[in-house]
């Protein structure tokens, strides 16, 4: 399976920077995308950015967030961060990686693997 571990998570003042780390390991070969999700208390959790781990990169971003995060990874894929600028109060929440796997060879099909979370929190 895949496992996933984040960090960078604090709290910094309204305006402020951030940048969250996610890395991946065991069976990274088979991870077909990463993301960022966030939950936010008494919300549910949305999606944040999103990139692709083949040898093109895609990514996608929520309206709430474009022009202000950016996704990236590294060559191998199996790192993945977020920054954060501008950051605002409303950008609180708990931020979780994501990766879309897909292990066909093992039977496990298609799943999501999910962080442990980190929290992110914006004063004004």
């Known amino acids: 399976q895949v496992h996933l571990v984040e960090s960078g998570g604090g709290l910094v003042q309204s305006g402020g920077s951030l940048r969250l780390s996610c890395t991946a390991s065991?069976?990274?070969?088979?991870?077909?995308?990463m993301a960022w999700y966030r939950q936010a208390p008494g919300k549910e959790r949305e999606l944040v950015a999103s990139?692709?781990?083949?040898?093109?990169?895609?990514?996608n971003y929520a309206d709430s967030v474009k022009g202000r995060f950016t996704i990236s990874r590294d060559g191998a894929g199996n790192t993945v961060y977020l920054q954060m600028n501008s950051l605002k109060p409303e950008d609180t929440a708990v931020y979780y990686c994501?990766?879309?796997?897909?292990?066909?060879?093992?039977?496990?099909?298609?799943?999501?693997?999910w962080g442990q979370g980190t929290q992110v929190t914006v004063s004004s």
């Open positions: 990139i692709s781990t083949g040898g093109i990169t895609f990514t």
């Open positions: 065991g069976r990274t070969l088979s991870i077909n995308s």
């Open positions: 994501n990766a879309d796997v897909i292990e066909s060879s093992t039977g496990a099909g298609r799943y999501s693997s």
